[in-house]
């Protein structure tokens, strides 16, 4: 029996904070009544996210280890000023007395950060970073997503979680977090308990495995490339892949984002075969608003991917003999940029509120994590 429970408003808003590069929803049922939202200035969130981002780039930058690793290959710093902006923002949150205008400006500065991060990443990639993966990690993004649905599904009848609850569990899994729960849970008539319970597992399993990933990827001896679409294939939200990817290598991070994308854009088919799926069964319609299943920032990010491609993204070149390569500058605000989004979305998260999601949920999304993660290692070392 799924247990009983019921999350504060306080707390939806800390588990959609984990997706925050779309407009939502992108599926209504019907129209809803609007109530303006109260007067509320965004800076006091931006200046606090700015803090917590200037905090986790001084221990980034420590000079001993783990913040600095000296190797063959030169110097590391494996953790990452994104992973350490969102686990000292979720910190915060937690132990001090966060205002509704600090809460509201870090959301604002969330939902303004990550696309832009998200676009600048195109400049770290190109047709050759592409082409490293190609169309066989459309088969294996294919295969992991079937493998999370599927084992949400089947995994929620062996624990007792309610069907839909499940199914929101599994697309959450499979492609991109909150935005495929919201997206899909009109088409299959999910109640707000399945939603809670779903918004729940998955953000607490995306944190997890966004931190967990880049050592799990280091042990298992992946490569950029592979541990990229493995990244990319089987983390839950946009920026905890991002981050992830990149906490592993500047090159995984570009393999990663793009593999990620990919995922997104599978959205819109998935939402296609549910409504089908779930046609016969319904009295009424839903109207899905499909021009917005692709995210502008999805245009800027592939407009950069070509440029840089094409070589056209220009190296500055000064009378004094240096030179500064627009693609990397690019790079470096896209990494900023990163750590701010990650920082803004750490303000969001109370800690304690994770203890009130459902145990019999967040097995089933923990299962169907395992699942998509083992799927996505074998088909990569098989194809790749």
């Not at 931006?46 to 780039?57: G, K, L």
């Not at 047709?127 to 295969?143: H, K, L, P, S």
């Not at 990494?335 to 459902?358: D, P, Q, Y």
Request: charged share 10%; glycine share 10%.
């Amino acid at each position: 029996m799924t247990p009983s429970f019921k999350l504060s408003p306080e707390a939806l808003r800390s588990l959609g904070s984990m997706e925050g590069a779309y407009t939502l929803p992108i599926v209504e049922k019907k129209p809803a009544a609007h109530h303006a939202a109260p007067k509320l200035h965004p800076w006091h969130g931006w200046i606090a996210a700015a803090i917590v981002t200037a905090i986790s780039y001084a221990i980034h930058y420590l000079p001993f280890a783990p913040f600095r690793v000296e190797g063959p290959s030169g110097v590391r710093r494996p953790v990452s000023a994104a992973i350490l902006a969102i686990f000292a923002g979720a910190l915060a949150a937690t132990v001090l007395p966060l205002s509704k205008q600090v809460l509201h400006g870090a959301k604002h500065a969330a939902r303004k950060t990550i696309p832009l991060t998200i676009v600048l990443t195109g400049a770290t990639l190109s047709f050759a970073n592409a082409t490293a993966v190609g169309t066989r990690a459309i088969i294996i993004i294919v295969g992991t997503m079937t493998a999370a649905m599927i084992s949400a599904r089947m995994f929620g009848k062996m624990f007792g979680v309610w069907p839909r609850t499940s199914v929101l569990i599994g697309a959450g899994t499979a492609i991109c977090g909150n935005s495929a729960i919201v997206a899909v849970a009109p088409l299959i008539d999910a109640e707000d308990q399945d939603v809670m319970l779903s918004m729940g597992a998955i953000n607490v399993l995306g944190l997890v495995l966004m931190f967990v990933s880049p050592l799990a990827g280091g042990l298992i001896g992946f490569n950029d490339n592979g541990y990229g679409v493995w990244a990319g294939s089987t983390i839950h939200a946009v920026p905890q892949a991002v981050a992830a990817g990149f906490a592993f290598s500047e090159k995984a991070g570009g393999v990663a984002t793009l593999v990620k994308l990919v995922r997104v854009a599978l959205l819109a088919p998935l939402l296609l075969v549910l409504a089908l799926a779930h046609a016969k069964n319904r009295s009424d319609r839903v109207t899905v608003h499909y021009a917005r299943l692709v995210p502008p920032f999805l245009w800027g990010f592939f407009g950069l991917f070509i440029l840089n491609s094409l070589h056209l993204l220009p190296t500055l070149q000064f009378q004094s003999g240096y030179s500064v390569s627009l693609a990397g500058v690019l790079t470096e605000v896209g990494n900023i940029s990163l750590a701010l989004s990650m920082a803004a979305m750490g303000l969001e998260i109370n800690l304690k509120m994770f203890a009130k999601v459902g145990g019999a949920a967040l097995a089933v999304g923990a299962a169907a994590c395992v699942t998509s993660c083992a799927v996505s290692w074998v088909l990569i070392r098989a194809l790749l």
